[in-house]
Every structure is written in structure tokens, then in C-alpha cells.
């Protein structure tokens, strides 16, 4: 299996990025009361500090089985506002993808935008990873401006590509090659 990944702090335009840690439950209470979080991420859907421990639990898991990186952004305030994580489970085609969601009361902030460059920029020049993708529905509007802000360009539409809810849905496949920031 190797070593676990090393987790890096990250600086991120006053954001800071950091490894999650048990007292970030609050941040996985307020995501799991959100409408859409649980839907596509695997936040609990019903919050109990059970739940929200092994929530934090598997984020660790994620390093400890090379599975990727995950983050918790905080705000230049100190208040851990959301997440994002690059995943790894395509890095022997030289691709791995991202994801990110941040609470609804620390929306329209930049976080997301800061804290998706951040690890834009850490993987392509440190790890060196050739090509980032990431999945995004396209009435999700600030998710696409978020993408196209940190430098990834539309390559299409995946129909029915994966499963939210009960239901298959179409996403928005989003993609930045290394060297083109």
C-alpha cells in the first residue's frame, strides 16, 4: 500500500487549507443539514456526532489509503467554511479530479475559487500531475464559475454521468492540463 500521503497547509488567497480535524464536527453538522452537500458527497445526510466523527474518520482514510488528498478550508477568520479534495484514483493515466463544497452561510465569498486554485497549483507543480478534471451539474452556477475562474476549461457535456439522489444526472466535464496556468 506505501505510505500514507502527507496532507500539506495550503495558503489560499486568506484562506487557509489544512488535514481535517475532530473539532471541525461543527463544519460537518452545518453540511450535513445542507439540501444538496449529502447528495453528492459522502457528508451524512442526518448529523449525529457519530456520524460526524466517521465522516472525519474517512477523510483521514483517504490519505492513510493513497486514495487523495482531502482539505477542510478555513476562513481568514479561523471558521473551517468547507472542503476540497483531489482524488487520485486515475493517477496511472496521469489524471486526477477535484472536488469542493463550501457551507451555505460562507457562500459568495471566494473560498471556493481560493481554495480550488490553491490545490490547482500545489498539484500541478508539486506532484506534477499532467492532467485535473472535475464534474460539475450545469444549473450549478457558481460551481461552473468556480471552475472556470481556477483556469479549467468546459470539454463537454456527460449525460447521465452519475448518480445524485435517486436520480442519473448530466454533468459539465471541466478539465486543466499541466502548464496551462
Known amino acids: 500500500m ?5 496532507v500539506p497547509d495550503l495558503a ?17 453538522r452545518e453540511a450535513s443539514e445542507d439540501a444538496y452537500i449529502p447528495l453528492i458527497t459522502t457528508v451524512p445526510s442526518s448529523w449525529s456526532e ?9 477523510q483521514w482514510a483517504r490519505a492513510t489509503t493513497r486514495a487523495g488528498y482531502t482539505f477542510v478550508i478555513v476562513s481568514p477568520g479561523g471558521r473551517p467554511v468547507g472542503q476540497v479534495g483531489l482524488w ?7 489524471r486526477a479530479s477535484l472536488g469542493y463544497w463550501v457551507v451555505e452561510s460562507a ?3 471566494g473560498a471556493a475559487v481560493a481554495s480550488v486554485r490553491a490545490v490547482v497549483d500545489w498539484a500541478l507543480r508539486e506532484l506534477r500531475i499532467p492532467r485535473l ?6 444549473w450549478n452556477t457558481a460551481s461552473v464559475r468556480t471552475a472556470e475562474r481556477a483556469g479549467f476549461q468546459l470539454e463537454g457535456l456527460l449525460r447521465g454521468w452519475q448518480q445524485v439522489g435517486d436520480e ?3 454533468m459539465f466535464m471541466y478539465a486543466l492540463l499541466n502548464g496551462e496556468l
Do not use: I
Not at 489560499?12 to 460537518?28: E, I, K, N
Not at 460526524?52 to 474517512?58: C, I, T
Open 12 to 28: 489560499a488567497g486568506g484562506y487557509t487549507l489544512r488535514p481535517w480535524r475532530l473539532s471541525d464536527l461543527d463544519l460537518v
Open 2 to 6: 506505501g505510505q500514507p500521503l502527507d
Open 133 to 138: 478534471e472535475l464534474w460539475v451539474e450545469p
Open 168 to 170: 442519473r444526472r448530466d
Open 107 to 109: 457562500r459568495g465569498r
Open 50 to 58: 457519530a456520524e460526524g466523527v466517521a465522516f472525519v474518520e474517512r
Open 88 to 94: 487520485l484514483r486515475n493517477l496511472r493515466q496521469g
